[in-house]
Structures are given as C-alpha cells and as structure tokens.
C-alpha cells in the first residue's frame, strides 16, 4: 500500500514557476517508478511526466519538455515536479502517482495509486 500526498500547487503568472512535491509513505518507494498527471476543467486527465525507481531514467509529455523537471529524492520518499515557463493552458489538478509493480517502460507508466492532486492555476 502507498499513500501519496501532495503540495506546492498555488496561484503563478504565464512565465512563473512552481515546484510541486509528492509525499509517499510505504516501504516501496525507492523500488518503484513514479508519476504526475494532469486534469483541467471539463479535460480528460494527461500523463504529464515519469521517473524511474533510481532517478536515471525520465520520460515527458510534448506538451511540457523542455519546462518541467521530474525528480525524486528517495531518502525523503519524495518525488518532485519542478515546473518553469508556465502557460495558461498548464492550469489543472496536478496529481502523483504510482504503479502498483516494477516499470520497464516509463513510456507505458500504468498508475495505480493515486494521491489528492493540488491546485495549479497560471493566470495570463
């Protein structure tokens, strides 16, 4: 079992920056791969970015390489979404996520456990 919370979400002008963090409690977390998705108002959700049990493996969304950053720091069981040159159309519910098994592809990163998700809105 693994609970996720996360936090950092808030308020940020186009071209701000916000950094979100995911708390996961349970003994799996530095075995497993990790995940943030995305849903906005009336949208179906959107993977938005991976990262691999180790941290050496990444994998984004089109819509957000090149701006945002997935980290993890499993001393702290914690996973980071570092997110800069925001838009408009980046405001959703961000959520993290994780698999219930090992990941070999993160390209078909398969959530399973979910955390509350937080607020993201960027005002234009």
């Known amino acids: 079992q693994v609970q996720l919370v996360e936090s950092g979400g808030g308020l940020v002008q186009a071209g701000g920056s916000l950094r979100l963090s995911c708390a996961a409690s349970g003994r799996t977390f530095s075995s497993v791969a990790m995940g943030w998705f995305r849903q906005a108002p009336g949208k179906e959700g959107e993977f938005v970015a991976a990262i691999n049990w180790s941290g050496s493996r990444t994998y984004y969304s089109d819509s957000v390489k090149g701006r945002f950053t997935i980290s993890r720091d499993n001393a702290k069981n914690t996973v980071y979404l570092q997110m800069n040159s925001l838009k408009p159309e980046d405001t959703a519910v961000y959520f993290c996520?994780?698999?219930?098994?090992?990941?070999?592809?993160?390209?078909?990163?398969?959530?399973?456990?979910w955390g509350q998700g937080t607020q993201v809105t960027v005002s234009a």
């Open positions: 996520a994780a698999p219930s098994g090992p990941t070999v592809y993160l390209v078909s990163f398969e959530p399973h456990y």
